[in-house]
């Protein structure tokens, strides 16, 4: 009776730590994985913060570009009708 309780003794420790051990490497896994998306959303609202800045530069520039260009075509059309 006595090796029957031992081995099941046994057989649940041997259960335990064949269960345990993948639960431990998941757990750390995912934890892993946890700090790495939240490194990457930090990473992205960085870039997406960038992204927005530099359009918005691009973009003033653009009408800066559009009102020299408009300046210019005033100039062309002011010398045209003196010449014509």
């Known amino acids: 009776m006595e ?31 946890n700090d790495t998306c939240q490194n990457l959303e930090e990473r992205m609202e960085k870039f997406e913060n960038h992204n927005h800045d530099s359009h918005v530069k691009i973009w003033a520039h653009n009408d800066k570009q559009d009102e020299q260009l408009a300046e210019h075509e005033n100039r062309i059309s002011l010398l045209e009708e003196r010449k014509g």
């Open 3 to 33: 090796w029957e309780v031992v081995t099941v003794i046994i057989a649940l420790v041997g259960l335990i730590a064949t269960v345990t051990k993948p639960i431990m490497k998941l757990t750390k896994t995912i934890t892993e994985l």
